[in-house]
């Protein structure tokens, strides 16, 4: 959800300065002790602005010097001076300030490059190990479970009809390739759905959907690679046969009819193979 604005004259844009005390490094702007922040989070992430304060404590300053450059102002009043003081200081390499951006909310100015360098390296952030184990241990002990109609309603009539751009779509795709899942993620999933049923109309649409669908010849040959020497088990053959006999008696394919209860164990003769064909 979007921050809501507060209509106050609460916000001020400030400065914070080198070690001369007169030249500033970094212009911003906010409210409450927000000109604070960069201290407390300098060691989070690596940036010139970032690296310009760690220096400076190593240089024995225990606090970064900062001034107030104006203060009591109304929000858009804040923004419009802080882009009016970088403006005026100028960015590096036209002057002493390194801000990322030109000023005002979000990422205004900042170049592809600067975005795409920006982008890899919250990704790169969010891969760490401590990170991970950070929101793993956040999120132990929350509760997934089952979403009530309400909540299932609402997220349906929020994707209702949404479509990704063929861009989108391409992102994916480029993304995707070469992806494996490990071993214990197929394992996971393999658990996940141990026991569970498709329901009627579930099995009804997937059937509508295949039906009159072909195959290309790219995607046949992958099918044929992929079960090349792959020994089907006891059961599976077993319940291949049955399917065969049902669609030889009655023309179609019922699944309610040729499905084995989970308890029926089939023990095929030692004769029967893989290759053999299937009996009618």
Known sequence: MPRKTIAAPIYYVYALLREDLTTPFYIGMGRGDRWLYHEKSAHRTRSHKNNIILMMRRNRFTTIPKVKLAEGLLKAEAIALEIEFIAKFGRVPDGPLVNATRGGEGILGLSPEALKARAAAVAASQK???????????????????????????????????????????????????????????????????????SAATIIKMRAASTGRKQSD???????????????????????????RHRATTKRYDPKQCILPLNQKTDPSPNDKLSAPIDQ
């Open 128 to 198: 760490r190990p401590e990170v991970r184990a950070k929101k793993s241990a956040a999120a132990k002990g929350r509760k997934f479970g089952p979403r009530s109609p309400e909540q299932r309603a609402k997220i349906s009539a929020a994707v209702r009809g949404f479509r990704h751009t063929p861009e989108a779509k391409e992102k994916i795709r480029i993304t995707s390739l070469g992806r494996r899942l490990s071993p214990e993620s197929i394992e996971k999933g393999r658990q996940k759905r141990i026991g569970r049923k498709r």
């Open 218 to 244: 790219a995607v046949k040959e992958k099918h044929r690679i992929a079960s090349t020497g792959r020994k089907h088990s006891a059961t599976t053959i077993a319940k291949m046969r049955k399917i065969h």
